[in-house]
């Protein structure tokens, strides 16, 4: 879950207005909300900060004199939250729960239903005591219920259960973590939360869910017999995969349904299909999981508990294909797709085209920021950039998946250069020496990437080897 610094600003508005010192010491960004309208980002010191939309307190900067729902436009600092380690965020329409490295969760917002685990409506962030003797590893947000997984496999759930998305056997909120006992002999490894339904994956591969099933998010059919009413939820985990003989590996929910992978490559997919989210060439909702044909196999998928995009990763190609909700289009089937980025056009120009299984482009154009792309424009002859999924999702949504972690872009265009930079990053025995230069600039933050490229500078290298009796202390290597 990675997005380049330099493609940050041109995939998130949200971010245009930040500035510059704040938004080159970014580390892990969280965009969320139903517009995509709040943001919580997180610096190399551990100082985490929000601002955008702030919907029932849930970007935990308190009693902000701008909190009932306005919007925020200078970043505040969290200050519950500095020093912590998070790790993770998770957002719901009006709640936000935060992980730390330590296996702490933290909340914050509206507590209408419970979805905050505590016995209070509050504005910071606040520790949930009740989980304070487990290690948690892993969080979800529905809509108005939560979802914390433990080290040890086990699955906790509160909030909202009107359709049995908290998976108790019955439809009564909860204001406290409950433990999930139908599932305590299963070793969970993988939760996630739609709108109002719920999936985990243990490590025998099995595939559960639960909650809502309107559309067949749940994968378990339209009905339990075939002269019972169609089955709009189900409030029991429900084994829908099993990985006995078909394991899964990986597994992620939209708004109103659920992608899966296997191990060998395949990928499965049920519920809501109208916005063709579900890859199959139809808009007709999948009430059992199907498969989702594609020319090579997938190494990994996503989507968002809000969104109707869905993104999956080949293993041998560099582009993401994609299916669902793209801007003002709807794209049935899964269709390989990668930004358009050349410093020779203006600062705006950026696109995303995509291509089909012969590598020629779509004929309908895919709506982006700024202008269409069709198969005319010049931009076909542009040079190709690699892209994740996580880049080609905030594209088009405008906003983040889950919580990414920000990397510096790589781009060195010369081996040596290259093999330099990873001596110096990762070898803890390396000391660089520079001599004099002709420039004053830091080599080391330059905003490209290069270290030291179109400058007069001759570094030199120097790796000690270890003393022992083999070796005499004098010998070292020189580059």
């Given at each position: 879950?990675?997005?380049?610094r ?19 010491d ?16 997180i ?14 307190g849930y ?7 701008n909190?009932?729902g306005?919007l925020?436009?200078?970043?505040q600092?969290?200050?519950q ?13 009006n ?15 509206s507590?209408e ?49 009107f ?6 056997g019955d439809?009564?909120n909860?204001?406290?973590p409950?433990?999930l006992?139908?599932?305590?002999r299963?070793?969970?490894v993988?939760i ?8 985990a ?5 099995h ?20 002269n019972?009413?169609?089955l709009?939820?189900?409030?029991i ?8 003989d078909?394991?899964?590996?990986q597994?992620?929910?939209g708004?109103?349904?659920v ?8 990928m ?11 890859g199959?060439?139809?808009?007709r ?16 998928i996503?989507?968002?508990p809000?969104?109707?995009?869905s993104?999956a990763?080949?293993?041998k190609k ?5 299916f669902?909700?793209?801007?003002d ?51 076909l002859?542009?040079k ?9 999702f ?11 972690k920000v ?7 010369n ?11 990762k070898?803890?025995k390396i000391?660089y020496?520079?001599?004099s ?5 830091n080599?080391d ?6 270290m030291?490229?179109?400058?007069n500078i ?14 005499n ?7």
């Amino acid at each position: 879950m990675t997005l380049e610094r330099s493609k940050l600003r041109r995939s998130i508005p949200m971010l245009n207005d930040l500035d510059s010192y704040l938004y080159e010491d970014i580390r892990r960004v969280f965009v969320f909300g139903r517009n995509n309208d709040s943001v919580i980002f997180i610096t190399r010191n551990d100082h985490v900060y929000s601002y955008g939309r702030n919907n029932c307190g849930y970007l935990g900067i308190g009693n902000h004199q701008n909190n009932n729902g306005d919007l925020i436009i200078e970043p505040q600092k969290i200050h519950q939250l500095c020093g912590r380690k998070i790790q993770e965020f998770s957002a719901g329409r009006n709640h936000l729960l935060a992980r730390s490295k330590t296996g702490k969760i933290y909340c914050c917002g509206s507590n209408e239903f419970g979805q905050l685990g505590i016995n209070e409506e509050i504005n910071i962030p606040k520790q949930i005591e009740s989980l304070s003797n487990e290690f948690i590893i892993g969080i979800a947000c529905g809509a108005f219920h939560s979802l914390a997984l433990t080290k040890r496999g086990q699955l906790f759930g509160w909030g909202f259960n009107f359709w049995g998305q908290l998976g108790l056997g019955d439809n009564h909120n909860r204001f406290q973590p409950t433990l999930l006992r139908r599932l305590k002999r299963e070793n969970i490894v993988e939760i996630a939360c739609g709108q109002h339904h719920s999936v985990a994956l243990t490590r025998s591969g099995h595939l559960f869910t639960w909650g809502h099933n309107a559309f067949g998010q749940l994968g378990i059919g339209h009905h339990n017999h075939p002269n019972d009413k169609q089955l709009n939820y189900c409030n029991i985990p429900t084994k829908v995969i099993d990985g006995n003989d078909f394991r899964i590996k990986q597994v992620t929910c939209g708004q109103n349904h659920v992608l899966a992978l296997s191990i060998d490559g395949q990928m499965l997919g049920f519920g809501s299909n109208y916005y063709g989210q579900l890859g199959t060439g139809s808009r007709r909702n999948q009430f059992k999981p199907i498969p989702i044909y594609t020319q090579d196999k997938i190494n990994d998928i996503l989507t968002s508990p809000f969104s109707n995009t869905s993104l999956a990763r080949t293993r041998k190609k560099r582009n993401s294909l994609v299916f669902g909700k793209c801007g003002d289009h709807w794209l049935l089937t899964p269709i390989d797709t990668k930004i358009i980025d050349d410093n020779e056009q203006s600062p705006s120009s950026h696109s995303i085209i995509s291509k089909d299984e012969n590598n020629n482009p779509i004929s309908n154009p895919i709506m982006t920021n700024h202008y269409l792309m069709d198969n005319n424009s010049s931009m076909l002859t542009k040079k190709k950039n690699k892209s994740n999924s996580h880049e080609i999702f905030a594209e088009i949504n405008q906003s983040t998946a889950h919580t990414t972690k920000v990397v510096r872009r790589f781009n060195h265009t010369n081996l040596f250069w290259q093999v330099l930079y990873l001596m110096k990053s990762k070898l803890p025995k390396i000391k660089y020496h520079h001599r004099s230069t002709t420039t004053n600039d830091n080599d080391d933050d330059n905003d490209d990437g290069r270290m030291g490229q179109n400058r007069n500078i001759e570094p030199k290298w120097s790796v000690e080897k270890s003393n022992n009796h083999h070796s005499n202390h004098n010998n070292h290597l020189r580059i």
